[in-house]
């Protein structure tokens, strides 16, 4: 058992953070709330410099080849930083998409492009007034041999304005499961485009289609499969997910161990009264679990353990620890951390609705205890 | 990075399994899957405690100088949780807090004449360290010890010895130095329990368990039994503690309590219709795995910490998650059986043989038990996070 990480794990994190220090600081965060394309072009740069859109892309694709520990490695600093880029939608769901159910040739056209940090691609995947689960998928595609008209409306979509290409979830027929994946140029004609305003103000675009036609040959997979797709790379990119929470309670508890020692009431600094240091000491606590079972997912992926169950177990945790360790930073601020001048309500904003993305907590469990039992003799 | 263990690790453990289940299997073991379990006083355990030193499973970890097998921490680690998953008494503050300590910080004559001793499982330790008024506050504590010839002689009470009905030996903290700041004017001593002026009173616990207050009037102790440096004694202890709790925290009771509750949820049913078939009862199933997972992981991080400091935060961490999700699975689990959850377990109607009304109340000395968890709070702010609390 050693829970340390490699030599190269380690110069990964350092120059990263190191990199996102320098080009990623909260101004940048900041300056990205309310902008069309949601993420700055410089940072962009330093992020496809270091091979980060390629990741976990396959070196015959372009990408580095790299596995889930060093995926998680990545987006702990992301969430440290809070950083406005479209890794997650991009990189790690679309190219998982692409990887597991696109044809050979959808496979060169887009990956080696996403490694490259060339094309940008992200999901149009939930409908206003539905739900997480397949039968929120409602958006009507009249197939037929050719291909699909698609009418009516996505939202939630992440950089909608930036992608060259939405993975947009359509029903394909009456099963609740009967869901085609299709690549749409958020540029066809019929396709508009109306950003949202969200907790985080960052770039999520209601997407509402007119009849937009899209050839057969867009769907990614077999009919009909596309919900299973997804299930399995959403799951696994929980991993992912929960490692952006934990990086992002973790800087949002230095920021508020800090503010604690310095800011002086009753003639001393409040984090020696119990009441603000024990909420501390218990987000600490859950956090130290959560990074554990994050990693411990990534280690179960990368050495061919089943991983799944265990990866939506890392994110509920790292839902739930990250929500407390955002809740006591924020409230250690006091009336001027409700200000939007302090940097403090960044990490509080993202991480409420980071929990609130992708999927419901009672879904997952009910999904995870369904399996838990299933799995005893 | 690997979280599994290796295949020499996985050996012992299955090995030990089987040694222990072997020893184990006798009436005055009473195997109860919850917390708690391993203080009972009969011939049995002493036997079991024997047996377990003749398998070579005591002072896994210490010098082989000493007589143990120099191994590392993690066989300590793994005994531990195995003797913990079945309900067996643990391998002991003997070979842990006591001995350790001796090998600290003690004599070498201390250590010639006490460790084979402990190894053989010939003595049973009690602990003398909280009183009346001291309790969190250790470091108040006013069991006087004065000089006197070679030697010193004590008098005042301790609380909460809870081996002190049977055990042959005492490890008790006492103030020697009156005049010092409080936490550098306190000494270790160990002296025999049947000592003619040590009485010894029970006190019984809410989980059926006892413990005892112990008086000690004009109990003389040689020099030859002082642990250590006179006064210094507040520090030893607490750096046995820190290295020791997580030896008091083991998964096992969690895990047998989640794996019954989880079987329960499986097979139970309520009003003629399956437990498992309702949806907060699939939920309460995953938030149980996770749970347990998170406790697991906690108890590993102790382990593999990279240093001693790190490994005290992370044990203070490790108590708390296993207490307060002791807690809630108990409490998750009686809300859920409804009707006849409160009964005890000697009543033969409780569901899942009582053990979650026992389990919830056992568990309360988890929580404020071997450092309170507002202690291990105190312990993580400050030196896990430098606040100044």
Redesign the interface.
Known sequence: ??????QE?KQLTDSLRRMLTDKCGTDVVRKMEGDEKGYPDELWRAVTEMGLPGLTIAEEYGGLGLGA?ELAIVFEELGRALAPVPLFVSSVLSAGLLARAGSDEQKREWLPAIAAGEAVLSLAWLEPGNSFSERGVQLSANADANGYRLTGKKFMVQFAAAVDRLIVFVRSGRNPTDIDLVLVDPKARGVSLKRHKTMAADAQFEVSFDNVEVPASARLGAIGSGWEHWQDVLRTGMTALAAWGVGCGERA?ELG?AY??EREQFG??I????A???P???A??LL???R??T??A???QDTGRPHKQ?AM?AH??SCDATRVATKVSQNAFGGIGFTKDIDIQLFFRRSRQHELSWGSA?A???????Q??GQ?A | ??????EE?HAFRAKAAAYIKQIGSKPGIAYKPTFNSGYADTPDRKQFMKDLGRGGYLGLSWPEEVGGKGMDG?YDYLLTEELAYQGMPGSGKGVGIIGKTLLRRGSKEQQERFLPKILNAEIDWAIGYSEPDAGSDLGSLKLKAVRDGDGWRLNGQKRFSSSAHFAEWYFVMARTHPDRPKHKGITLFMVEMNHPCIQVNPMWTIDGHRTNEVFLDDVWIPDSQVIGEPGQAFYYVAEALDFERHVLFPLGPIQRLSEIL??W??TATIDGEPV?ER?E??????????GL??CR??G??V??A?TPAVATI?SS?NK??MSEYGRYLADQALELMGPGSWLTDEDPDAPAGGLYARARIAVVIWIIGAGSN?I???I???R??????
């Open positions: 058992m050693d829970l340390d990480y490699t794990q520990l508890m161990t604690a020692k001393k600094p984090g020696s009264f119990q603000i240091a024990h501390f000491a218990d600490a606590t130290a679990g959560a554990m079972i990693l411990e990534a280690w179960a265990l177990m509920l945790e009672e997952l469990n009910e999904e995870i205890g369904s838990v039992l005893l | 990075m690997d979280f599994d263990f290796s690790e993690v989880l079987d949820i499986n498992r949806p009862a699939r939920r309460l199933a995953a938030r149980i795995a996770r997972e998170v992981l906690q590993l991080s382990l593999a990279e992370r961490m708390i998650a507002e291990q709070r105190n993580i702010a400050r896990g996070l430098g606040l100044p609390v």
